[in-house]
């Protein structure tokens, strides 16, 4: 059964930091592009990044990128998200999910795979 499960969220204070961690079972994170996901509430769900499966290559939303990075550790099926500098705005519910392929897209409907999401809160 494929399954995806992140965690780490959290309250963190303003300008804090944050790492998310996704793991699957059911398949190896490494064969497919995984992307970050988030939804605020009363907003639809937006993309954060992606990174591919085989190279490692990572996509982020113009908007955060410098403040978050996508990586994965291949020993441990675990593809992480580290945030930095978190501001107020980040507050969301964070999601990981997986590509029909080993590439990537920014694309909501081209993930087949969720998991459950882990609630980010950046609050003083």
């Known amino acids: 059964q494929v399954q995806l499960v992140e965690s780490g969220g959290g309250l963190v204070q303003p300008g804090g930091s944050l790492r998310l961690a996704c793991t699957s079972s059911g398949f190896t994170l490494a064969h497919y592009g995984i992307g970050w996901f988030r939804q605020a509430p009363g907003k639809e769900r937006e993309r954060v990044g992606c990174i591919t499966g085989r190279d490692t290559n990572t996509y982020y939303e113009d908007s955060l990128k410098g403040r978050f990075t996508i990586s994965r550790d291949n020993a441990e099926n675990t593809v992480y998200l580290q945030m930095n500098g978190l501001k107020p705005e980040d507050t969301a519910v964070y999601y990981c999910?997986?590509?029909?392929?080993?590439?990537?897209?920014?694309?909501?409907?081209?993930?087949?795979?969720w998991g459950q999401g882990t609630q980010v809160t950046v609050s003083s």
């Open positions: 999910a997986r590509r029909t392929s080993y590439s990537c897209s920014m694309n909501v409907r081209a993930f087949d795979s």
